[in-house]
């Protein structure tokens, strides 16, 4: 069973970088579609990017593409965000997610995702 632990959140400046990591504290990752969500106060829940189980597939939404990246290390159960070009309408709390269903893990309203991370809160100053 996965156990995902998030880090790096935190505040920062428009225009700065920010690196999510999460890691699955259970060792049973490389099997896992990953993914990187994302809810502001007063919003639905937004998928930000996902990466299939070995990479051949990504996501990106639109807000994001040119700006974030997805990426993993198998070897260390860990997935990453690579945040840059930071805007105000970035803030949220973000969430790591894991399905072996990469479908599932990218249809909306994600109802059958099955692994959640507890969040970390990203915050971006005008």
């Known amino acids: 069973q996965v156990q995902l632990v998030e880090s790096g959140g935190g505040l920062v400046q428009a225009g700065g970088s920010l690196r999510l990591s999460c890691v699955d504290s259970r060792r049973t990752f490389s099997r896992y579609a990953m993914g990187w969500f994302r809810r502001a106060p007063g919003k639905e829940r937004e998928l930000v990017a996902a990466?299939?189980?070995?990479?051949?597939?990504?996501y990106y939404a639109d807000s994001v593409k040119g700006r974030f990246t997805i990426s993993r290390d198998n070897a260390k159960d860990t997935v990453y965000l690579q945040m840059n070009s930071l805007k105000p309408e970035d803030t949220a709390v973000y969430y790591c997610?894991?399905?072996?269903?990469?479908?599932?893990?990218?249809?909306?309203?994600?109802?059958?995702?099955?692994?959640w991370g507890q969040g970390t809160q990203v915050t971006v100053s005008s």
């Open positions: 990466m299939y189980w070995n990479g051949a597939a990504t």
């Open positions: 997610a894991a399905d072996l269903l990469y479908n599932d893990l990218v249809s909306s309203p994600f109802q059958r995702v099955r692994y």
